[in-house]
């Protein structure tokens, strides 16, 4: 194997906690072919972090410089991916190792023309399941020159493959930029990201703003981290966040879609969501949720949507599914009341005027996040369905237990009742007409319908209460 760079500090196994138990098997496969064909086989990013500190890795990552043709010659279960710059993926399964070849830095190069128009947007939002990919933003361009940005300072292009000397230099943060070799299980640490990693420190590689300018994401990916990790962010990366922020605006809105999910839909987006606040980056990624709750401070909304943050949180760290249509529904949730009680009072229960404010609400939300239309439909499904479920009108509502988005409607009637936005024995009829058998559900069915004739109950328009600063949308 080649020797260490002299510009790492290699920290060989007995100097460092990562044994190779904690390693992904396949992970191992992958590092152990490459290192037999002459190749170096490393770990690098997040998952070396990870189990530093202690974490179970999301996934394992491996740096090499054989170079992507010579990764898919090694494996049969290999594809090669990306536009821009080619990855490759190596399937086992469920599990996907990606191995990506060294590339050279990105340091801006002199000289260089802003080529803006190089830039061109994606359409339809990324899955979830989306790899984990730099700069995803940046569209195939064929061109010769090695490295471009635009007039913001931002990388346009960047396709020069280069060794391990150069690839540490492209990477966010130090924290994110160890290599576990699988020579000699030797750690190579070029930025003093162990000790960072030691003191739950995020610091930027180089200078921040220069970093932030070139790809405003990663002022996103530092909120995320120190929500995830509860590292700190370094005081020169504050500082650059500040004044860099508003660059987020320019960053393509699919891709930021992509990013709104890591940090709300990982396990941990309360904290997610105070972090982006404090930071000032959630008046950027998300201004109209942002403007509703400078206008309406401690309200029920910001309640409604940390409760249900909260759940979604706790439904992750359960191994249950959490989709982005019901986060998105939480996060306009203050927009679309807004747009609601702008209008007289006794429109605010027709499907119209919600499903009109539901529009203009992920209209505003789509100048920076790209919602892919199936999650939009979802949404106004959602809302569509608050009013139904608050008057249910005898056995038709059963019907509305088989709605593709039923479940989805009941936790947020749940979650808005559970704070005085929505009538509570309602709430509770619907729990209780789940539990029930279906025999039973006729007679409870007929029950609200008779409860309604009388004039009582269920059918009555929901009471609206005021609360200070609280908005209460009809829907
Ligand atoms: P996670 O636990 O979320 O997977 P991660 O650190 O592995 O965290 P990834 O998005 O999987 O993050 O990226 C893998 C590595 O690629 C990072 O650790 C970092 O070194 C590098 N990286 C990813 N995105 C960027 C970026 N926008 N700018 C610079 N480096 C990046
Ligand atoms: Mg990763």
Not at 61 to 76: G, I, Q, S, Y
Not at 249 to 276: I, M, N, W, Y
Request: glycine residues 6%.
């Amino acid at each position: 194997m080649d020797a260490p760079a002299p510009l790492a500090r290699v920290v060989p196994r007995a100097d460092h906690s990562i044994s190779r138990s904690q390693i992904s098997p396949n992970a191992l496969r992958v590092l152990y072919r490459l290192k037999d064909a002459g190749f170096q086989g490393f770990l690098v990013g997040g998952c070396v972090r990870d189990l530093l500190i202690g974490r179970a890795p999301k996934d394992f990552d491996v740096a090499t410089n054989a170079l992507p043709e010579e990764v898919k010659r090694l494996f049969r279960n290999c594809r090669l991916i990306g536009r821009r710059f080619r990855l490759a993926h190596v399937f086992f399964g469920s599990e996907i190792i990606e191995v990506a070849t060294f590339r050279a830095a990105s340091a801006p190069a002199q000289g260089e023309e802003p080529l803006a128009d190089l830039d061109p947007e994606e359409g339809e939002g990324p899955e979830l399941s989306e790899p984990d990919e730099f700069d995803a933003d940046v569209a195939d361009t064929q061109g010769e020159d090695s490295h471009v940005l635009d007039e913001h300072g931002r990388i346009l292009r960047d396709n020069a493959y280069g060794t391990i000397d150069d690839d540490v230099w492209r990477r966010d943060f130090s924290a994110n930029a160890l290599y576990y070799n699988i020579a000699d299980f030797s750690i190579w640490d070029y930025v003093g990201g162990l000790e960072d990693v030691r003191a739950r420190r995020l610091r930027v590689i180089g200078d921040p703003e220069t970093r932030f300018r070139e790809d405003p994401v990663r002022m996103l990916r530092a909120a995320r981290f120190a929500a995830k990790l509860d590292f700190a962010i370094d005081p020169p990366a504050l500082a650059a966040i500040r004044s860099c922020a508003n660059l987020l605006a320019s960053a393509p809105p699919a891709r930021l879609f992509d990013e709104t999910l890591k940090l709300f839909l990982a396990g941990h987006g309360a904290q997610s969501f105070a972090v982006l606040r404090s930071l000032g980056l959630l008046a950027v990624l998300l201004p109209s949720v942002e403007a509703y709750f400078s206008k309406h401070p401690a309200s029920l909304v910001e309640q409604l949507l940390l409760r249900g943050l909260e759940n979604t949180d706790a439904r992750v760290r359960e191994g249950r599914s959490v989709t982005p249509t019901y986060l998105f529904a939480l996060l306009l949730y203050g927009p679309i009341a807004a747009a609601i009680e702008a209008l007289p009072p006794n429109r605010w229960h027709e499907a119209g005027a919600i499903l009109d404010a539901c529009d203009a609400a992920i209209r505003e939300l789509s100048a920076r996040v790209a919602l892919p239309r199936r999650f939009a439909l979802g949404v106004r499904e959602m809302f569509a369905l608050q009013p139904r479920l608050e008057q249910p009108r005898g056995r038709r509502a059963l019907r509305l237990l088989e709605h593709p988005r039923f479940r989805a409607a009941y936790d947020l009637l749940l979650l808005r009742a559970g704070l005085g936005l929505a009538a509570p024995e309602m709430a509770a009829w619907w729990t209780q007409l789940q539990a029930a058998a279906p025999e039973e559900r006729g007679r409870l069915a007929d029950a609200v319908a008779a409860g309604s004739s009388r004039g009582a109950g269920a059918s009555r328009r929901p009471r609206r209460r005021r609360r200070s600063g609280g908005a209460k949308p009809a829907a």
